[in-house]
């Protein structure tokens, strides 16, 4: 039996689905919505059974939520698992989302949760499992002095930062990482992180200010030599 | 020594690393393929959520029914036959009605009370004169389903031994 006939199975009441069509995303079928419709629309859509909705929603969010995951745990397999078991979630419990809060703050709340059980189930299996960087998108004093270094010698200084980074990130507790990953990176704002971690702003503010002053501790040395280490 | 070399005019922060962060993004490549696996995730679930209804769908048809109709038709066989057990009856009928004065010293222990041995026409237990017991064995005949009739208070047999019981215990 494959996977779309099983679907049909298991979902009567769904839109009926294209087996014919593979190149669709999660749950095909007759979009009811465009890619513009807002999130509420979409969630109304899903409660009503519409399940292709979904979709839209996982392909609006899933960079966002795969870079918060993926952040908070340095893996690319981790995060690839996480982020996935995070929409099955958010599927299977999109009736209590109740319209309180933005999708995406309901949605982050997911991710970081699901992100920190799984870190904490799997506190002594470490290790990084890092993403490409796209050096288009980097500017900056990095790109200076990438610019002035030869091909070989930028790959791996690039590598060698990212490595140190995250290994910094991973020194952080938990609740630190999350909030220096969710302000820094997603760049969401004091009051957001706060909805998402249910902590008060000035929580943010403390665990902010307390994390960036450790990576810059971890970090010191390393970018003091370090780039020293690879002046020409 | 650890680094002779000048520090660089112009160090690198830490937002240029946070700015290097955000650029560690996965390929189309990864995306197409978290889609498929997604997609058998979501699937996985919904069948898992419909077999975890049906297994308890049938664990309640095939275990919890028959034990709870099995349960439901003993408690209605008890509640029918309760009436039944409360008499001890005895060869010999006696339709008289008997009244035992029985008043033992406080130093005597009494180990039972035979109603129908009694050789008054109505059996009286003072309970003020009885010494502290372990047990009383106490059994009034069914037939005997008159009237008492004890200082001056009417009961039947069954509120008679209810009596006994409550000051007993």
């Known amino acids: 039996m494959n996977a779309q006939v099983l679907y049909q199975a298991a979902t009567t009441s769904f839109t009926p689905v294209d087996t014919t069509d593979n190149s669709g995303g999660i749950l095909q079928g007759q979009s009811l919505q465009s890619e513009d419709s807002p999130d ?5 859509h899903v409660k009503a059974g519409h399940a292709n909705a979904f979709n839209t929603l996982v392909n609006r969010y899933r960079e966002r939520v795969f870079s918060v995951v993926y952040n908070m745990t340095s893996n690319r397999e981790d ?120 902590c008060s702003e000035g929580t943010v503010r403390s665990r902010l200010h307390y994390a960036k002053n450790e990576l810059q501790n971890y970090m010191e040395d390393y970018l003091r030599q370090g780039f020293d280490g690879y002046n020409e | 020594m650890r680094n002779n070399k000048q520090p660089q005019e112009d160090p690198i922060r830490l937002d240029d690393l946070f700015q290097l962060k955000r650029q560690e993004k996965p390929d ?57 057990w409360k008499p001890v009856h005895s060869d010999k009928p006696n339709t008289d009605v008997e009244v035992a004065a029985l008043s033992q010293p406080s130093n005597t222990e009494i180990e039972s009370v035979d109603f129908h041995e009694a050789t008054l026409s109505a059996t009286q237990v003072n309970f003020d004169s009885l010494p502290e017991f372990s047990s009383l064995e106490l059994s009034v005949d069914a037939s005997l389903n008159a009237v008492y009739e004890t200082n001056g208070l009417v009961a039947s047999s069954d509120s008679l031994l209810t009596g006994i019981a409550e000051q007993l215990f």
Do not use: C
């Open chain 2, 28 to 84: 189309q490549q990864f995306w197409e393929e978290f889609d498929v696996q997604l997609q058998q995730k979501m699937l996985g679930s919904m069948v898992d959520r419909r077999n975890l209804l049906d297994r308890f769908r049938q664990f309640t048809l095939r275990k919890i029914l028959p034990l709870s109709l099995a349960g439901s038709a003993l408690a209605a066989l008890v509640v029918s036959l309760s009436p039944l």
């Open chain 1, 79 to 198: 995060a690839n698992d996480v982020t996935q078991d995070v929409f099955v979630k958010a599927f299977q419990n999109i009736h209590r989302f109740k319209g309180n809060s933005a999708f995406f703050t309901w949605l982050y709340r997911i991710a970081v949760n699901t992100a920190i059980s799984f870190i904490k189930k799997n506190r002594n299996r470490q290790y990084f499992s890092l993403e490409n960087l796209q050096e288009d998108g980097i500017s900056g004093k990095i790109a200076e002095i990438l610019s002035s270094r030869k091909h070989s010698r930028r790959d791996i200084l690039l590598r060698e930062l990212q490595e140190k980074l995250n290994e910094a990130l991973q020194k952080l507790s938990v609740k630190h990482r999350t909030t220096v990953v969710l302000f820094e990176i997603e760049g969401l704002s004091h009051k957001e992180i706060g909805q998402i971690l249910k």
């Open chain 1, 40 to 44: 509420s629309q979409l969630i109304e």
